[in-house]
């Protein structure tokens, strides 16, 4: 649909591949674009597939964001979920995730469980590819005893 300002899409996607073979697609139901391309994309309910070359798929939503094309980058904004196939699922409100560098960083509360526990910090970092997420800010774990010895 073409309007005065803008251009907006019906359920548009985008995808690639990284530099160590990892996939991603992210898909929207509605995208909203300016005419000259100097603002970025604004997108309603999102989901998106990251999946690393080992196998572990990373599944994303979110109510609204926006998508900078000329960096690659994508902002999540409200009700973000992530659920990764290893078990790992965090929740959170702002996040920005760069999907060539398979990074993903909050600077607002967030909330993440695993199978083995669950940790509440005020900002997050987490590394898909490494398995590693650095947590900052106000810091609570709770550890789960494992089933195996």
């Known amino acids: 649909e073409v309007t005065a300002d803008d251009l907006v899409m ?8 990284t530099k160590d073979g990892g996939r991603y697609e992210v898909e929207a139901k509605k995208a909203v674009m300016d005419f ?3 603002e970025p994309v604004r997108l309603f309910d ?3 597939n990251l999946t690393q070359d080992n196998g572990v798929a990373t599944k ?6 926006l998508f900078d094309n000329k960096k690659n980058e994508l902002e999540l904004v409200d009700g973000i979920e992530i659920d990764a196939s ?4 965090i929740r959170m409100t702002r996040a920005k995730v760069f999907n060539k560098e398979h990074r993903i960083v909050s600077n607002e509360p967030i909330a993440a469980t695993t199978p083995t526990g669950a940790v509440k910090a005020q900002s997050m970092t987490l590394l898909t590819q490494a398995r590693r997420a650095n947590f900052k800010g106000a810091v609570e774990v709770r550890m789960v005893q494992s089933a195996q010895p």
């Open 60 to 65: 994303i939503k979110s109510v609204r964001g």
């Open 46 to 48: 999102i989901s998106g």
């Open 10 to 17: 019906q359920n548009p996607r985008y995808f690639g591949v």
């Open 86 to 89: 290893n078990g790992m699922s």
């Open 36 to 38: 000259e391309q100097n």
